[in-house]
């Protein structure tokens, strides 16, 4: 299978083009609306005064939205990608130096949760190149397990 596969087909492509990636149902407007689930904890961190997570979790639905608006393979789709490692490694360390040790549990639960979400996005990113109509359930429950984590990180400091 061609890696493009997945790519909205264009009319006399030129290496400039920019590809949009199939969109088959409108399915991006639920992947937004389940990105803007992040506002709640970071209301939540925010009032806690737990800034630098209150600030990645405000601005991520942003970038998020900014890439599946109208998604295509460009500078959006990158910085989306980014930006949800960078926040990623920062809730991940969040979780091994400020939750309190004697919630030790919640120390390896919190990163299961978390692989569990990495396991949902590959899944959806196997399903979308497939053509399955159904891949942003995957993606949902990849967004619903990132949210897990990180409410648990914001309610555990």
């Known amino acids: 299978m061609e890696l493009e596969s997945h790519y909205k087909p264009t009319k006399n492509k030129t290496e400039t083009e920019i590809q949009e990636v199939e969109i088959f149902n409108g399915e991006n407007k639920y992947i937004i609306g389940s990105g803007t689930l992040f506002l709640i904890p970071a209301i939540y961190a925010a009032r806690k005064k737990q800034y630098l997570l209150s600030t990645t979790l405000f601005i991520g639905p942003t970038v998020s939205s900014l890439f599946w608006v109208k998604p295509r393979m460009d500078f959006w789709r990158l ?51 497939k053509r399955n109509k159904n891949w942003f359930f995957y993606h949902i429950g990849f967004h619903l397990l990132m949210l897990t984590g990180h409410s648990a990180n914001v309610l555990l400091v």
């Open 79 to 129: 910085l989306d990608i980014i930006y949800a490692n960078t926040v990623m490694g920062i809730f991940i360390a969040n979780t091994a130096w400020r939750i309190p040790h004697h919630l030790w549990e919640w120390k390896i639960a919190i990163p299961s949760i978390y692989s569990a979400g990495a396991i949902l996005f590959g899944k959806a990113c196997i399903e979308h190149h």
